[in-house]
């Protein structure tokens, strides 16, 4: 057949690690988390010594057959022939294990893998202390494959220690030396692998990856991406996933970090920025080939363009990893009134405003103040309209699409308020919007814009003098939540009036934010019983704004269930709408 897109080639794990070694094939992870448990890799070890196949392989070549110079800033970083597509993590603990190199566990830690093995058994574990006292047990199998590895004085060293423990009879004298052996013979253990053609494109790569992969897992255009980093530059790939870890960790002795606790974005998350801020395109389809430095008409790839372009993501990058830009867009959130973590229903949204906000600073030079408040009424907006919810890609890229052949920044801030103007019109705040709290989601957009908002106009706690903004800040540490949500018509009274169903007696419009005493005091009392007990708190005036933020009219227990939800719905609609406003 002529058309076929593969090839089959045959390996033996030694011939692959040594193709790893020298750089032809390309392992990228070996510094990457670890994402194995190591329970796997002895599972691994043990099917291969049983002689069972342990898969297919699923390489790619390069595209530059027979390149081997080195690239990067640096110079350091040679190009290899075959890119790995599907069967990362079962190299990487061969690599690891049978070459003595360490991995980057999940937790950023450097640390070796160690399998431990018992020749009369045949039996592998994992490596614990007990095993490195046990004479009956090879401590750690990375020796046998190292290159100053000396089987006989191995074997006779081995059976010394142990002959000195117990009696060693002739039998299992004959069985220690011939289990080594077989052990030692892994690293010709065959292993096959399907070459696809560089021809293929990354569309034809996932469907293949889809279709043999017996998880199902899909291959997204992200993981080309990254993977094309590590292999052309990995230093970049290394600047995403160090940003990223110490987005996760405190910083010691405060030194500037990307860490905060709003938001731990993953490294494809800012790929995706850098890829919006160097090319404005959201959809990566054709920017992987773009990449890889293939002309879109012709397929003919080209050294020069590849470089090219990974000049341009090499700059992009390094604004969106700019530790200042990045906490200077973090006032975008506090701005727009998302506070605290569990109020950020969509991180695309947060992704994609970073994005724009990049584009405004950079290319449209827009002042500070003015675009803080226009990027932080376009997250208000993607994230309680759910813009970026279904086919984020091609939403984002119509939105980028609209600033196509503007320059000035009159031009951005006008395009980005026509398009908030065009989605929330007024019919969405009188009639869509309080439709859409009619809902019992705990991951409801319009609850965490109405958080959101009563953040925005200083408002606050129901029943309390503390402010909500105050009560959720996310710095503050303790063993119970400062404010908690709470049924403003208690569960256990709503069950003993028909109502039984989560869906009736989680309605967004039934909670509140209380503080966590009161939450506890209230309980499951009827309301007609404690809130005029907890009125009495305040003067009328002050109870009659408080009763405002929080969207309940006066004498609010008195109503009836359903026709309260109604009521309410529609005052929070209109303080979200007027914390939104105060954005201007």
């Known amino acids: 057949m002529t058309n076929l897109l593969f090839k089959k080639v045959d390996y033996t794990i030694g011939k692959l690690l040594e193709d790893i070694a020298i750089g032809d094939i390309g392992l990228p992870d070996i510094q990457r988390p670890f994402v194995w448990d190591t329970a796997r890799v002895r599972d691994l070890f043990d099917s291969m010594y049983r002689g069972y196949p342990v898969g297919t392989l699923l390489l790619w070549e390069n595209g530059f057959p027979g390149e081997h110079r080195t690239i990067g800033v640096e110079g350091k970083q040679k190009v290899p022939h075959l890119l790995i597509v599907d069967g990362q993590q079962r190299l990487t603990a061969l690599y690891a294990v049978m070459k003595g190199v360490p991995i980057v566990d999940k937790d950023f830690q450097r640390r070796r893998l160690r399998i431990a093995f018992n020749p009369l058994e045949g039996k592998f574990e994992v490596t614990n202390t007990a095993l490195e006292r046990s004479p009956e047990w090879v401590a750690d199998i990375g020796a046998l494959w190292q290159p100053d590895f000396d089987q006989y004085a191995f074997v006779s060293e081995f059976m010394q220690c142990l002959a000195e423990r117990r009696e060693l009879p002739p039998e299992e004298r004959k069985r220690i030396p011939e289990a080594i052996q077989r052990l030692v013979n892994l690293a010709n253990y065959p292993i096959t692998a399907l070459e696809i053609s560089a021809q293929a494109t990354e569309e034809q790569v996932s469907e293949i990856f889809v279709r043999i992969n017996s998880r199902g897992r899909t291959l997204n255009q992200a993981d080309f991406i990254l993977t094309l980093m590590s292999v052309f530059w990995d230093e970049g790939r290394k600047q995403l996933d160090d940003f990223c870890r110490q987005a996760k960790q405190p910083p010691a002795e405060h030194h500037a970090s990307p860490y905060n606790p709003f938001f731990q ?47 341009v993501l090499r700059e992009a990058q390094s604004q969106v990893l700019n530790i200042q830009h990045w906490h200077d867009f973090l006032k975008v959130l506090k701005r727009a009134g998302y506070i605290h973590p569990t109020m950020l229903t969509s991180e695309t949204a947060l992704v994609y405003t970073y994005a724009f906000w990049l584009i405004g600073k950079r290319d449209f030079r827009i002042d500070q103040h003015p675009l803080l408040n226009l990027m932080a009424r376009w997250f208000f907006m993607s994230s309680l309209t759910g813009r970026y919810t279904s086919s984020p890609e091609t939403r984002m890229d119509q939105d980028l699409a609209l ?3 503007r320059s000035h920044p009159e031009e951005f801030v006008m395009v980005l308020e026509q398009e908030i103007a065009a989605v929330l019109t007024p019919d969405y705040w009188s009639v869509t919007l309080p439709n859409e709290l009619a809902t019992a989601s705990a991951r409801s957009t319009g609850q965490s814009a109405y958080i959101a908002s009563l953040c925005i106009l200083d408002a606050p706690v129901l029943y309390s003098p503390m402010k909500v903004r105050d009560l959720l800040d996310s710095t503050l540490q303790s063993q119970k939540s400062a404010l908690e949500r709470h049924h403003l018509f208690p569960r256990k009274w709503l069950e003993r009036h028909g109502y039984n169903d989560n869906h009736d007696i989680n309605q967004v419009a039934n909670y509140a934010l209380v503080e966590w005493q009161d939450n506890i005091d209230i309980s499951d009392r009827p309301p007609s019983e404690y809130a005029p007990q907890y009125e009495r ?32 719905r529609k005052r929070m609609a209109a303080i979200i709408r007027e914390g939104f406003e105060r954005l201007r």
């Open 265 to 311: 974005p993953a490294p494809d998350q800012l790929l995706r920025v850098g890829v919006a801020l160097a090319f404005r395109r959201a959809r990566l389809e054709h920017v992987y080939s773009i990449l890889r430095g293939k002309d879109l008409q012709s397929g003919e790839f080209s050294e020069e363009r590849r470089d090219a372009q990974f000049s």
């Open 403 to 405: 600033l196509r052949g």
């Open 537 to 568: 708190r305040f003067s009328p005036e002050v109870l009659q704004k408080m009763y405002r933020f929080h969207a309940l009219p006066e004498r609010w227990y008195e109503l009836p269930y359903e026709r309260f939800l109604e009521e309410r």
